[in-house]
């Protein structure tokens, strides 16, 4: 299925299209793969968007919006239930941009968004660019998605998760512009971990054979966060399984 990896319960009662990352994203179901546990043991299937680094994270937006309705269009029994999008770090951004405004989805969640220039999260083109004489930016940079968030995004229902010990979270910002929308639900909550907590393989638990650690408890927090929007859609959360 090209660049979506699918990941779904026996009888899914919602559906997350999530995107993580820039490179955790590269192998997501990977990286990411308590988190995606955690939905799929609510009964939650995911379709996660797989996309490696580059600077034009418009066009990256636009395919991962193509990418993924493919998926969900051609598992047509998929359609008929309640859907999410949930984003980490850029993945927030590339939601943002999508092709449809944010409306072909019941509620977005943004994990510790990030909408920093490239200067600053490309370290090597901070340094290299001005010795060679020319600039690298994003597309769209940053003042100018904040500007195509309060223009174009319309989506009303979003869940912005900021990590306390997260340095380059900018989620507050995001939130007062989303806010500034008419009409606008979107809430902030802010839950224990650092900006990569959603970011985990469960490897300590899997190699120390530990039935439970703090980041495990954090990732399962934040899945029942993420999914307050799931209650409201689909009327309530299924218990995971004993």
């Keep these: 299925m090209g660049k979506v990896w699918v990941a779904l319960p026996p009888r899914p009662v919602g559906i997350i299209q999530f995107i993580g990352g820039n490179g955790l994203a590269v192998q997501p179901q990977w990286s990411y793969q308590r988190l995606l546990r955690a939905f799929e043991a609510r009964n939650w299937g995911v379709l996660t968007w797989a996309y490696s680094l580059s600077l034009d994270h418009q066009q990256q937006a636009d395919q991962a919006f193509l990418d993924l309705e493919r998926v969900l269009r051609r598992e047509r029994n998929l359609t008929r239930l309640p859907l999410l999008r949930m984003g980490h770090s850029l993945g927030c951004k590339l939601l943002l941009l999508a092709l449809d405004e944010g409306l072909g989805c019941g509620g977005a969640a943004m994990l510790a968004f990030n909408n920093y220039s490239a200067g600053r999260s490309i370290p090597l083109v901070?340094?290299?660019?001005?010795?060679?004489?020319?600039?690298?930016?994003?597309?769209?940079?940053?003042?100018?998605?904040?500007?195509?968030?309060?223009?174009?995004?319309?989506?009303?229902?979003?869940?912005l998760v900021r990590f306390r010990d997260d340095a380059?979270?900018?989620?507050?910002?995001?939130?007062?512009?989303?806010?500034?929308?008419?009409?606008?639900?979107?809430?902030?909550?802010?839950?224990?971990?650092?900006?990569?907590?959603?970011?985990?393989?469960?490897?300590?638990?899997?190699?120390?054979?530990?039935?439970?650690?703090?980041?495990?408890?954090?990732?399962?927090?934040?899945?029942?966060?993420?999914?307050?929007?799931?209650q409201e859609l689909a009327g309530s959360i299924p218990s995971p399984p004993a």
Excluded: C, W
Aim: glycine share 8%; charged share 25%.
């Design 126 to 159: 901070n340094r290299l660019g001005p010795s060679l004489g020319f600039t690298v930016e994003f597309n769209p940079p940053p003042r100018r998605t904040m500007e195509l968030v309060a223009e174009r995004y319309r989506q009303p229902r979003n869940l």
């Design 168 to 230: 380059i979270d900018q989620s507050p910002r995001l939130h007062a512009q989303l806010q500034a929308r008419s009409g606008d639900q979107s809430r902030l909550v802010v839950l224990p971990g650092k900006h990569t907590t959603p970011a985990s393989t469960g490897l300590r638990q899997q190699v120390l054979g530990m039935a439970e650690d703090p980041r495990g408890r954090r990732i399962k927090r934040l899945a029942d966060q993420v999914l307050t929007l799931g």
